[in-house]
């Protein structure tokens, strides 16, 4: 069973930079594609980016000069970098998989919440 | 960016009876290769997102066959045939076409 996990700092202060990572395991992550998702509390969802896991990233255009997303197939882990954060960056942060025949984000990590704030 | 559209974003239903929830997209969400990259998921109440249907009529695995996608282009509609009290949450309706992926607002179902 693929399970996806999300770690990071809860807590971040405003204008550094939120640093995340998701290690996935019962499966490879080679051959798929991985995406970056949040979600503001008690609001709706905003897709970041994803990226092949061969390391080919595309990013929305609201956060591209921000973000950066990475990958390290031989640890299994997918990594966020959102710099020069504001309270607006404060979400729940899922990563997600999409799956072979276009079934995109069938496995989804149980989401870590960052806070930024001073 | 596309912009996607729900309708209604409240839904009191008794259990046992159907519901249906639509999604408009700003453009065709229909790929030369034939399929509609529309994609609805259900998000319970303190859980993460889950994947109901996929290529807007395709239901994922392990999905009661009480969930039924249909639609075409820019219309789409998520159908439950009899709504039960685990099917409470909020469905979110996305488009896989082009980057960036967008969200629909969200509809949240309850129980009367």
């Known amino acids: 069973q693929v399970q996806l996990q999300e770690s990071g700092p809860g807590l971040v202060k405003p204008s550094e930079t939120l640093s995340l990572t998701c290690t996935v395991s019962?499966?490879?992550?080679?051959?798929?594609?991985w995406s970056w998702i949040r979600q503001p509390p008690g609001k709706g969802l905003e897709w970041i980016g994803y990226i092949f896991y061969s390391g080919s990233a595309t990013y929305s255009p609201s956060l591209k000069s921000r973000v950066t997303i990475s990958v390290d197939a031989s640890k299994n882990q997918l990594s966020l970098e959102l710099n020069s954060v504001t309270a607006a960056d404060t979400a729940f942060y899922y990563c997600?998989?999409?799956?072979?025949?276009?079934?995109?984000?069938?496995?989804w990590g149980q989401g870590t919440l960052a806070t930024v704030s001073s | 960016d596309i912009v996607m559209t729900q309708s209604p974003l409240s839904l009191p239903v008794t259990p046992g009876e159907p519901a249906s929830i639509s999604c408009r997209s700003s453009q065709s969400l229909l790929h030369s290769n034939g399929y509609n990259f529309l994609y609805w998921y259900l998000q319970k109440p303190g859980q993460s997102p889950q994947l109901l249907i996929y290529?807007?009529?395709d239901r994922a695995s392990g999905v009661p066959d009480r969930f039924s996608g249909s639609g075409s282009g820019t219309d789409f509609t998520l159908k439950i045939s009899r709504v039960e009290a685990e099917d409470v949450g909020v469905y979110y309706c996305?488009?896989?076409?082009?980057?960036?992926?967008?969200f629909g607002q969200g509809t949240n179902l309850e129980i009367k």
């Open positions: 996305m488009h896989a076409l082009q980057a960036p992926y967008t």
């Open positions: 019962g499966d490879s992550m080679s051959g798929y594609y």
């Open positions: 997600a998989r999409h799956s072979h025949g276009f079934k995109v984000f069938d496995y």
């Open positions: 290529l807007g009529s």
